[in-house]
C-alpha cells in the first residue's frame, strides 16, 4: 500500500511514481507539457458508484493515465509506445491482484482497475498523446 495522501490524485500521483516502467519525465496532474511527460487527469463521472440503502456509498474516480511519446512514424518507435502502455496495464493488474492500491487519508481504496486499453490519442509532428483510462474505487 502506498503512503497515505489528502489528496486522491496526489495518492495517485505517489502510487503510479512506484511503477518500475515510468521513463525519465515529468509526472504532473492535469497538465502535460510538450516533452515526453506523464499526467493524471480525471474523468468526468458521478461521484458515487453504488449507493447503499442504509446510506453507505462505494465512491469512484474515473481518470486517464495519460502520456506524450515520441512520434515518427518508425514502427519500433510505435511499437515501443504501445509497449509501454502493455507493460503498465499489466503492473496496475498486478498491484490489483496483490491489493496494493493508492493510500488515501480518510478513505480506503476498494480497486484500482482499467477500464480502456491503451491507445493513440492525438499527435502532432513529433509526439503523440497517449492514454488509458481506469477507474479508482473507494469507501
Known sequence: ???????????????????PYLKDGKFSVDFLPDDPSYSLDPLPS?????????????????????????????????IDNSFFYQQLSEWVEQQEEMDNLPGLEGYTAISNTLISSGYLFDADSDLAKYQVQLRLLYE
Open 1 to 19: 500500500m502506498s503512503a497515505l495522501s489528502d489528496s486522491i490524485m496526489g495518492a495517485l500521483r505517489t502510487y503510479f511514481l512506484e511503477c
Open 46 to 78: 458521478d461521484p458515487v458508484y453504488r449507493q447503499y440503502v442504509d446510506g453507505g456509498k462505494i465512491y469512484q474516480l474515473e481518470y486517464t493515465f495519460t502520456s506524450k511519446a515520441a512520434y515518427d512514424g518508425d514502427a519500433r518507435t510505435m
